[in-house]
């Protein structure tokens, strides 16, 4: 199989071009490149193809990777009939990319990408075959896990939710360290603080998420310092806060998409 990158020197898209090499799933001379800066020496420390443009790339390739800003889709004028159209674009619906003649999928990845840990949910449009799905779940291997959901709309709230990758988190980090600092905590011991709450604290819900709820009864159930703390922030709109975000950003999402066909 033959993967062809628009955007590939970009955030996501070197992601997973050079995870695809260094993991072994692509071999050098089965990837097509393309960015707008052009050919560089090497790709990730690889020999690859690089495409002129789009057009190139799309007739070199069996699956085209669109990893590039929603507002720099037009200017492709990608042609790719008979191919599978792996998007990344946040707010370009399939409507849109059925333009381009080929079997549509739209993936979500984000920022973790680059250490293999994104999990990365997608849609497929009507066409889409099984050997296309399987061929994408190896393609998303490369840079962490994904699952199909059942509706495009879905997409949105993915762009808000997984797709914000790291930004609450660090969020939340910045306002514990600064709590810290203006207790007169040493600049570097407030990060760790924040680093143990945020990071370490995480790591006990990796694999069991949906434990959270029991978690926050437990500690509620102790009625010690912290379940003081999540009062606190429940009372000071905490839920309510994260609720506004990610109807924000899903808005956002939707705004981008009904402005792109405008």
Known sequence: ???????????????????????????PDRMVIANRSGPRPDYHGHPVRWARD?????????????SVRPEDWPALRLRAEG????????????????????????????AAAGI?????????????????????????SAIGTSDEIPREPQIDLMTALPGSGAAYPALMA???????????????????AAEAAVCGGAAMLAGRIAEAPALLAAYR????????????????????????????????????ADAAKD
């Open 1 to 27: 199989m033959r993967i062809g990158i628009i955007g590939a020197t970009g955030w996501l898209g070197s992601a997973l071009g050079g995870r695809l090499l260094s993991g072994g799933i692509v071999a």
């Open 54 to 66: 789009p057009a190139e790339l799309a007739a070199l390739s069996d699956v085209v990777v669109v």
């Open 83 to 110: 191919k599978l159209v792996l998007s990344f674009m946040a707010g370009v619906g399939a409507d849109r990319l059925r333009a381009c003649g080929g079997r549509i999928v739209r993936a979500m990845p984000n």
């Open 116 to 140: 293999g840990r994104s999990w990365s949910p997608w849609w497929a449009d009507g066409g889409v075959t099984d050997a296309d799905r399987q061929a994408v779940t190896m393609i998303l």
């Open 174 to 192: 910045a306002a514990m360290a600064d709590f810290m600092t203006g207790q007169d905590v040493p600049p570097d011991i407030a990060w760790r």
């Open 221 to 256: 159930d102790y009625r010690g310092t912290t379940a003081a703390g999540i009062e606190a922030a429940e009372a000071a709109g905490f839920s309510a806060a994260i609720r506004a975000a990610l109807e924000a950003a899903t808005a956002k999402a939707r705004a981008m």
